[in-house]
Each structure stands twice: as C-alpha cells, then as structure tokens.
C-alpha cells in the first residue's frame, strides 16, 4: 500500500425543505388561492381577541345571572322575615304597650305597622273585609314611592290561591308575599292579610349597573389586550416577516443572502430551515450553470469540427468515407462530454449514492476484473483490505475504472498498473499506480479540477478532462477524500479515502 494512504484513517474518520399568483418574477405559483390575504399578524389577534371577547362574555353572563339570583333570595328572604314576624305577633295577640289582648284585625295591623321601618324598596300593609269591600292599612313609615293600590290590585292578591306572587303597580314590579288572618272565635275563612311587598325594580337596577360597568370594564380590557397581542404578535412574527422579505429578494442572478439566525425558537429553526433551503437552492443553481457553462465551451469544439468538415467535404467516395469517420469519432466524444456533464450535475443530488455494507475483498476483486479489460497491461492486484465498508459499490467502482482509464492513457501497452485496497480503523482507501510520466509540478493542487488533463493541462488529445473530476464528486458523496503521490517521470498513485461509516449526506 503506498505510504500517501498509510496515515490518513484518523483524518478520514473526522470528514465528514385552487388558484395561482404571480411570484416576484411575474410567474404562476400554483397552489396559492386567490382572494384577500389575511395577514397573519391580524389573525392572530383577531383570534384572541375573539377567544378574550367569548371568556369576558361567559363571565358578564355569569356574573349578572348571580347578581339577579342573589337579589332574588334577597328579595325573598326579606319577605319571608316580615311574614315571620307578623306572624309571631298575630299569634301572640297582646299589644306590646299594654300587654292587653288585640282581637281585632285592624288593631292587630295597627299596632304590628306602626312599629315597622321598612327600606324604601319594601312595603307593608294590612288588608281587611269590609262592608263596603277592601280596606287597608299601610305602615306608618312611608316610602317615597307611590304605592297606592288599587281595589283591583289588592283584590287580586287576597284571592289568588298562591301566598306569594308579583304584580305590576305604578311603582314597578311587586313582588309579594301574603299572611292570612283567621277569625279568633274560629273558622277557616280569613277575613283579613297581611301583605309584605317589595319593588324589585330598584334593586335590579343596582345589578344592572354593576353588570354595566363590568361590561365597560371587559370592554378596555378586551382593548388592551388586543393591542398588546397586536405587539406582541408583530414581535414574535418580525422573523417570519425578515424570511418572506428575503424570499421575495431572491433572484436567481443573486441567491447569497442569507438570514441572520437569532435566539433558538421554532421561528429561529424556520430561519435555519430556510438558509438550508437557500445553499440547496443555490448548489442547484450553481450546478446548473456550470453544466450550461462546460457544455457550452466543451460542445462548441466538436461541433465546429464536424461542420466544418461537412462542408469542405468532396465527391470522392473514400474522402467522404474518412469525413463519416472523423465525425462519427467527434459525435461519439459529444456524447462521453454530456454522459459525464450530466453526472457531474447528479452528484449534487441527495440519492447520488446509495450506501450499503460491502464486503472490501468482494468489491476489489470485481474492480480488478473489470479494469484489466480496458487495455493491454501489466495489471497487478498488489493489496486486499480485509472487512466491510459502507459504500456505494457501484460508485466507487465507477471512481476505480476512471483512475485505471487515466492510467492507461499514460501508459503505453505492456506497462505495470497496479491497483489495491485497505481497511484501517476508521475508513477504507482504494488506488490505483501507474509508470507513466507523472505530473508536472503544480499539477498535484488543479488536476482534479474540471476540463483539466496532466502536464501542461492544455484541453486537447483525447478524453475532456471529466474523468478524475468525476471521481472528486464522488469521493466527496461518500464525505471522503481523493489523494495523489506523484514525481515527474516516476509515475503517479491516485487514489482516495472513505470513512467506513461515512456514507450518508
């Protein structure tokens, strides 16, 4: 094994992203609707605005349904109290001044009511049969309503079967609660109520105002904070908004910009991805050109060639003859220029090689076989690595058969080329020597180059200066490295270095 490969494992071993609209160079982009676009910013404070504008509704809702409900029990709890109380007194029967039995109704109303101070929202009063129909007696302390009841309203309350119920009065809404008054010397037929009343109106109207200026409240809030999520939308989008300016920047004359990576969110691995995308993007473009560039200069000289010489060409039959064959020749070396073109071009591609464990000696034997039948020479197979490799076989093959075609052809027939393998610790070397003339100095550093030959490196002679240029892509496919150990009439070893595991982009 030659020495140029005998120290290289160690540094082989650390080598290693319905409608169209036009894009910005007036093209259909297909898959974009067409309509109004919603900025995304809009959206989502349009979107928490409206989750912010359901939660403050749900506890407006809440809020005044516990309000009207507390009011109720309030409501009827304070009637429940002044039944309670005149009942305990109707039942006792004995005026508190004197201590001496009450057995008429309208003494007993008299003497409960004038030591009643109702709120301003409450009403009490007496309700008794007469002869000449309802009379009643209402507390002493009087509210500023008006609470003057008509016959027809009291009639209906001591005759309805319900003790308790609401009516609507001058005042507003009445909410009432009645205490019958049987006779003393019995029966079961009241002939006098006592009624506790209360205007429920006042006191909605305090809810009402607290639920107001809840909702006055939930209404700045749901203001600012759809003014903060505004800022704070355009805050966390500001890099998204950078990617969609820089993209609309990309030409394809200028794809070198770049986005500066801030921070380590997801916005930050959205930039991460999009300068990911940009190399690619850029790679492909940079491979097309150069396959428009080389195919363009290397083309040219053939087909100059034969045009040229279908246009001086005669009548004479074997003129004619050496014209086909000239042509022929140039047609055949057009087509070797585009079959490597294009796989110069694919070695960008992601599936450019397909890695799999390959047993070495298997693979070298088969690359001994097939290189021994390009040309008549001295083949020898002078090493074997032993152990398997995670290569593509196929590709390093392909890379083997370009170095054994550059040796023959600085060769002459009967001359020793040999060819090898190994495996060290951490990656695996083929190669190829020859007894040629050698490379010139300076040569080491270009001669991979495209287009590029040994020597002087001039573009004439035969082939086009593709072959090891070739093996450069795809010893870099495998994350390897290509070598060469050369003096001026010594011959030349060329060969290169894959990492065992290595394989994958």
């Known amino acids: ?49 409206a989750v912010m504008a359901a939660g403050l509704a749900t506890v407006v809702l809440l809020v005044a349904e516990l ?63 007469t002869a000449n129909g309802l009379d009643s007696i209402r507390q002493a302390y009087e509210t500023f309503r008006d609470v003057r009841l008509s016959d027809e309203l009291l009639r209906d309350i001591v005759s309805r079967d319900d003790v308790t119920g609401t009516v609507e009065t001058p005042a ?23 009624v506790s009343g209360y205007f429920v109106d006042e006191v909605r109207a305090e809810a009402g105002a607290t639920v107001r200026t809840l909702i006055g409240v939930s209404a700045v809030a749901l203001v600012l904070a759809a003014g903060l999520s505004w800022l704070v939308a355009g805050q966390i989008l500001a890099p998204v908004n950078t990617v969609r300016k820089a993209a609309g920047r990309l030409t394809e004359a200028d794809l070198t910009r770049r986005i500066r990576v801030e921070g380590r969110d997801d916005v930050a691995a959205l930039a991460e991805q999009f300068n990911a995308m940009l190399d690619r993007l850029e790679r492909a473009f940079d491979t097309r050109r150069q396959f428009l560039d080389d195919a363009g200069h290397e083309l040219r000289t053939p087909i100059t060639i034969v045009r040229g010489n279908l246009e001086l060409m005669g009548d004479d039959p074997e003129e004619r003859a050496e014209v086909v064959r000239l042509c022929t020749d140039e047609l055949d070396r057009m087509a070797r220029i585009v079959d490597d073109l294009l796989l110069l071009a694919k070695a960008e591609q992601p599936d450019f090689v397909r890695p799999e464990w390959t047993s070495v ?19 020898t197979l002078e090493a074997i690595g032993e152990g398997d490799a995670r290569v593509d076989a196929q590709r390093v093959t392909q890379a083997m058969v370009q170095l054994a075609q550059n040796a023959v052809q600085h060769t002459t027939d009967g001359a020793s080329i040999r060819i090898g393998s190994a495996v060290g610790e ?15 100095p300076g040569d080491e550093t270009r001669i991979f180059d495209r287009f590029v030959r040994g020597g002087s490196g001039a573009r004439d002679g035969t082939g086009a200066g593709l072959g090891l240029a070739i093996v450069t892509a795809i010893v870099d496919a495998h994350h390897g490295q290509v070598r060469v150990l050369s003096a001026p009439e010594e011959g030349a070893t060329f060969g290169f270095e894959i990492p065992l595991e290595g394989g994958d982009r």
Do not use: C
């Open 426 to 440: 951490h990656s695996v070397s083929f190669w190829v020597t020859d007894t040629g003339p050698g490379l010139a």
């Open 361 to 379: 000696p298997e693979l070298t034997s088969d690359i001994d076989a097939k290189v021994r039948a390009i040309a008549p020479r001295a083949w």
């Open 1 to 49: 094994m030659p020495d140029v490969f005998a120290t290289q494992d160690d540094a082989a071993a650390g080598t290693g992203d319905d409608g169209s609209a036009p894009d910005g160079a007036g093209r259909p982009v297909p898959g974009r609707r067409r309509g109004t676009r919603i900025p995304a910013r809009l959206q989502i404070t349009g979107w928490l605005a």
């Open 67 to 129: 309000e009207y409900r507390a009011i109720d029990e309030r409501v009827n709890a304070a009637l429940a109290q002044d039944a309670e109380e005149f009942r305990r007194f109707a039942e006792a029967g004995l005026d508190p001044a004197t201590g001496r039995a009450v057995t008429d109704p309208g003494d007993l109303f008299y003497r409960h009511l004038s030591s009643q101070y109702p709120d301003n929202a409450e009403i009490m009063l007496g309700i008794r049969e």
């Open 172 to 194: 507003g809404e009445l909410r009432w609660l009645r205490v019958e008054v049987l006779p003393r010397q019995g029966g079961d037929e009241a002939e006098a109520w006592f």
